[in-house]
């Protein structure tokens, strides 16, 4: 499984930003969640939004009702999280998480990808 993160950028207080994660993977894989988390220098990283295969969806107490994690119709291959009213101190490097299990060789895996800057200017 890969991922990739998008569409981080330079954005004011209170404004709004929609990042992407694009999955590949391989037939024999089958997704068991994804996610969303986050980093800075100063913090270590922490889960921004989750959503589960069977579509239950978590939020950490920071951005429940600013931030909502989605994903789309062709199987769940594009996850996005769409922030509102950001915060400067949401300013962080946002990563996408995978995992996954593949039934060939019977084993789980954790994929993240590269992380995308976003920046909240005040």
């Known amino acids: 499984v890969q991922v990739a993160e998008s569409g981080g950028a330079l954005v004011q207080f209170g404004g709004s930003l929609r990042l992407s994660c694009t999955i590949w993977?391989?037939?024999?894989?089958?997704?068991?969640?994804r996610a969303w988390y986050r980093q800075t220098p100063e913090k270590e990283r922490e889960l921004v939004a989750g959503?589960?295969?069977?579509?239950?969806?978590?939020y950490a107490d920071f951005v429940k009702g600013r931030f909502t994690i989605s994903t789309d119709n062709a199987e769940n291959m594009t996850m996005y999280l769409q922030m509102n009213n950001l915060k400067v101190e949401d300013t962080a490097v946002y990563y996408c998480?995978?995992?996954?299990?593949?039934?060939?060789?019977?084993?789980?895996?954790?994929?993240w990808g590269q992380g995308t800057q976003v920046t909240v200017s005040s």
């Open positions: 993977k391989s037939d024999s894989f089958s997704i068991k969640a």
């Open positions: 959503i589960r295969s069977g579509g239950t969806v978590h």
């Open positions: 998480n995978v995992q996954s299990y593949d039934y060939r060789i019977d084993y789980d895996y954790d994929s």
